[in-house]
């Protein structure tokens, strides 16, 4: 299994410009879930999904879209870059809740720049 | 607002020190808890789950949890050189989201 796989690793994008961020999960994951994290920060919820065809906000949404129209997908859209997306972008993935124990599985990072 | 507070460090102990880390949280009905490690330039990797007051112990690693202070913690026995990174203290709230502390640096020397 490759896990949770996120493309591009890196990209400089200029103020204004848009860019879709690429998530996959090979692991039938019911719940995923995308987050930035800036310098010194811990992570911080853009927004998540609990299954194909339903999403929800997280803490910091603004700014940013999703879809998830299959179950291993999870696109993350920036529109009208700004420098305050500068961050690392992470995915990561679960399966569904039957408990307190559910391990959430990152992906290896997106480090977005906007000039 | 739910909140998970850590003290950012850097903590710096010797090598075959006991490292402790802490994280309280504001949310009275948590009911999951979990530490991640982080390399720089790495994505967060769970090393402890703890749900239940009282300590588990995983090897090297040991969590402690108290619900009635709201408050978390994660030891590390005979700290190595590689245990040098940051741990984030993450509560589960509700659902299936989890809150992120800031994280602590830890700095192991030899």
């Known amino acids: 299994n490759a896990g949770v796989t996120q493309t591009p690793k890196f990209r400089i994008l200029k103020i204004g410009q848009s860019m879709t961020l690429q998530c996959a999960q090979d692991?039938?994951?019911?719940?995923m879930y995308w987050y930035r994290q800036d310098p010194g920060m811990g992570l911080k919820l853009i927004y998540y999904?609990?299954?194909?065809?339903?999403?929800d906000k997280g803490e910091v949404p603004n700014g940013y879209n999703v879809s998830r129209s299959t179950t291993e997908d999870f696109p993350l859209r920036l529109e009208l870059a700004a420098p305050s997306q500068t961050s690392v972008y992470f995915c990561a993935s679960s399966s569904l809740s039957q408990g307190a124990n559910n391990e959430q599985f990152f992906g290896p990072g997106t480090r977005l720049t906007v000039l | 607002q739910k909140e998970v507070e850590q003290n950012s460090g850097p903590l710096s102990v010797p090598e075959g020190a006991i490292a402790s880390l802490n994280c309280t949280y504001s949310d009275r009905v948590s009911q999951s808890f979990f530490w991640y490690r982080q390399y720089s330039g790495k994505s967060p990797e769970l090393i402890m789950s703890?749900?239940?007051?009282g300590d588990k112990e995983d090897g090297r690693f040991t969590a402690q949890l108290n619900k009635a202070s709201q408050y978390v913690s994660l030891l590390i026995r005979d700290s190595q050189p590689s245990d040098s990174a940051t741990y984030l203290c993450a509560v589960n709230a509700y659902g299936n989201k989890l809150v992120f502390g800031a994280g602590t640096i830890l700095r192991v020397k030899s």
């Open positions: 703890i749900y239940s007051n």
């Open positions: 999904s609990v299954g194909a065809g339903i999403t």
């Open positions: 692991m039938n994951h019911n719940y």
